[in-house]
């Protein structure tokens, strides 16, 4: 143990930089939420209700123990690269990875992406469950329309933020560092459930947001580093879907299970355990041998490769083999639009923006913009129960076309989509047509095709920037499908989803843009090497 802790490796890659630290402020976190139960239980012959409650010494107490613990927790575990390069015995020129990336799934593999379902799983349900709290908070609370909607956008500023600074976290200091700090801010998050005023729940609801929002790009990042080329793609893609649809059906199990007897707060105290969970399972989790080759730890890496592949061979190698980039190269957001990457990130950032006002806008108002051509609640409702019963089976389709086909084929192909889906919508309310099919028919291709878009943006971006730069990468372009829903969330305030033709065009429009720079510029990563990406993208003139 002595040894493992003075080098700083790990069987994982990396160890903790300071252990002791780490688990004391874990368990300094975990007190401090703790300390809030108290008040909860003896809220129970209220029906756990807490609005207007006097914080008591030991809930202060434990809302100081949280942030100490967080800082404590963080200084144990980001590594300092700097000091363990220095430490590093063994300098190899470069690593090879194709006989990684050739290798077979084995049982290493298939833990890992248990694992990252299962944090996926974690971190969609955060999101999902506002919108179980949200009557009983709004009831308790006494809060109008306007307050109500106002906790909504603080969530989705607060996981567009964490999206962009969780992926610089972990281009600096390691994937699985930032996935366990992202945990940590779960557990201490969960104090929502006690919070007794609503100027309190927003704040700990944007912090709760920026770690969601933060662990996303971080899970695509990590398994399109770890998985072999030949299943990376497909792998991915089920990664977004089964952690989707999990994350809801848990919060919606959860809120069925608890909410009738413990009220709406008990959903947001799972923060608790649903953390722990991620830390416990956290000696499954390797750190990217790509990211530690990338900053010297040759050796490390080397562990890592030959737990997941078996031998890999070390030495000069070819332009096709090297572990990328030298050490030491700079990450940050400017990179990102240089060279040949500034088209692509604009492409797939202009891409989530679009889908983002799409679902979080177009599809919430469509509902009222249907009653109002003619159709009845009951229909309205309806034909969006049926069309999204109809786009289930679309997730199989983008998994397949996106593992069989192309993967910047599929992407552009469901933007496309997409697209045309919004332009027959303009059609409809320009003309006030009331056809039922054709209704049907372009919300089913909307279904579909925006599911196809979320589902193959972020895992594309995660194949397709380079190792320095991939947790920021992925993590701008998922910060970007938050940011068009923020954008949708005011539109919508100012009424321009209440014009069924206008508000269609607005977003096919950037959409159809964004479909043809990714159509010129991007790149059919299937089945390929990440350095071999990487080599197409830097041999472009």
Sequence with gaps: MEQTIRTGMHPNG??????????????????????????????????????????????????????????????GLMPRMSG??????????????H????????????????????????????????????????GEYGLGKREAGLLALVALTGTTVGSVVWGLLADRFGRRATILLSALMFIGTAICGAMPSFGWNLAMCFLMGASAGGLLPITFTLMAEMIPAAHRGWLLVALGGVGNSAG??????????????????????????????????????????????????????????AKFAGTVDAGA????????????????????????????????????????LANFG???????????????????????????????????????????????????????????????????????????????????ALLVSASGVIATLIPYA?????????????GVIAASSKLGGILGAGLGVVGMFGNLALSALVIAAPMLAAALLLARHGIDTRGRRLEEIQGMLAARP
């Design 317 to 356: 190698g070819t332009d096709a083999g090297k572990a990328g980039p030298e050490h030491g190269q700079a990450s940050g957001l400017r990179l990102l639009l240089r060279g040949d990457y500034a088209a692509l990130t604009i492409g797939m950032g202009v891409a989530g923006v679009a889908w983002g």
């Design 14 to 75: 990396l160890a903790l930089h300071h252990p002791l630290a780490f688990w004391c402020g874990t368990l300094a976190i975990v007190a401090g939420v703790l300390a809030h139960i108290p008040m909860f239980v003896c809220a129970s012959h209220m029906g756990y209700r807490m609005a207007g409650m006097q914080m008591d010494a030991m809930m202060l107490l434990g809302m100081a123990l949280i942030p100490a613990g967080l800082l404590m927790a963080a200084y």
């Design 248 to 305: 809801y059906l848990v919060a919606a199990w959860a809120a069925s299970l608890l909410e009738p007897a413990y009220g709406w707060r008990v959903l947001w105290l799972l923060g608790l355990p649903t953390g722990a969970v991620i830390i416990l399972l956290s000696r499954m989790l390797p750190e990217s041998p790509r990211f530690l080759a990338n900053n010297g730890l040759y050796e490390a890496a080397r562990g890592v490769l």
């Design 462 to 474: 995660a194949e397709l920037y380079p190792v320095h730069l991939r947790a920021t990468g992925s």
């Design 99 to 138: 006989v990684a990336d050739g290798a077979r799934l084995n049982r290493h593999h298939w833990a890992l992406v248990i694992v990252l379902v299962i944090a996926l799983t974690i971190d969609v349900m955060k999101p999902a469950t506002l919108g179980f709290v949200m009557p009983g908070m709004t």
């Design 362 to 444: 177009f599809l919430l108002w469509l509902p009222t913009n249907l009653r109002a051509m003619g159709m009845d609640a009951a229909g309205a409702t309806g034909l969006l129960a049926k069309s999204a019963f109809l786009a289930l089976p679309g997730t199989l389709l983008v998994i397949w076309l996106y593992h069989r086909w192309s993967t910047i084929g599929t992407l552009v192909g469901f933007i496309l989509l997409s697209a045309l889906s919004l332009l027959v919508f303009a059609v409809l309310g320009h003309f006030g047509m009331r056809s039922m099919p054709a209704m049907a028919l372009a919300t089913v």
């Design 84 to 97: 363990l390069r220095a430490r590093d015995d063994r300098r190899l020129s470069s690593l090879q990875f």
